[in-house]
T-cell receptor, first 114, second 114 residues
Framework: AQSVTQLGSHVSVSEGALVLLRCNYS??????LFWYVQYPNQGLQLLLK??????LVKGINGFEAEFKKSETSFHLTKPSAHMSDAAEYFC????????????FGKGITLSVRP | GAVVSQHPSRVICKSGTSVKIECRSL??????MFWYRQFPKQSLMLMAT?????????EQGVEKDKFLINHASLTLSTLTVTSAHPEDSSFYIC??????????FGSGTRLTVV
């Protein structure tokens, strides 16, 4: 069984400020972890993924996340927020086997203030 | 990179009619396709998983006779919402997984049943 917890539903930051979106996971098998971004009325775009290689994963648009097994966390960060980062962000977990299902967190809305 | 095309992006239909949504992997063979439903301001709920040439596996609580899934080829899966009712109005998203590609999402279909 696997699950993802994204605490809170909304994060607001000023443009240029640090972005930190939290994700904690639970998995009975070694997990693969993902962060996706969704803009209104669009599908999901992969930001980055952890697949048991380096624990610090760099993604697109300046985002990165660190896998911490001891904390069962995979928090997403970006040093400096841009207005274009305003969107919905989903953390997801899957197993490493073929046809493994993705289990999503409930998502966090990121707002960026000018 | 891998691309998944989903059509239509928006559809409005009358109550009692059926609607077909297509999901195509454009540059890779999708061994597995996933269909999700997303309610406003909520996460993605997996409806079913389909493998090419075999029957789809539906998640608990999803009516397989109402949401017909066909995965007739390695590049095409369809979701047909039969006898649609207003409560079926939602955002439907497909995802395809190939041998070397991770999960690639379509752009989603906004279904409105009137």
């Amino acid at each position: 069984a696997q699950s993802v917890t994204q605490l809170g539903s909304h994060v607001s930051v000023s443009e240029g400020a640090l972005v930190l979106l939290r994700c904690n996971y639970s998995s009975s098998v070694p997990p693969y972890l993902f962060w996706y971004v969704q803009y209104p009325n669009q599908g999901l775009q992969l930001l980055l993924k952890y697949t048991s290689a380096a624990t610090l994963v760099k993604g697109i648009n300046g985002f990165e996340a660190e896998f911490k097994k001891s904390e069962t966390s995979f928090h997403l960060t970006k040093p400096s927020a841009h207005m274009s980062d305003a969107a919905e962000y989903f953390c997801a977990v899957s197993g490493s086997g073929a046809n493994s299902k993705l289990t999503f967190g409930k998502g966090i809305t990121l707002s960026v203030r000018p | 990179g891998a691309v998944v095309s989903q059509h239509p992006s928006r559809v409005i239909c009358k109550s009692g009619t059926s609607v077909k949504i297509e999901c195509r992997s454009l540059d890779f063979q999708a061994t597995t396709m996933f269909w999700y439903r997303q309610f406003p301001k909520q996460s993605l709920m997996l409806m079913a998983t389909s493998n090419e040439g075999s029957k789809a596996t539906y998640e608990q609580g999803v009516e397989k006779d109402k949401f017909l899934i066909n995965h007739a080829s390695l590049t095409l899966s369809t979701l047909t919402v039969t006898s649609a009712h207003p409560e079926d109005s939602s955002f439907y998203i497909c995802s395809a997984e190939g041998p070397t590609e991770g999960y690639t999402f379509g752009s989603g279909t906004r279904l409105t049943v009137v």
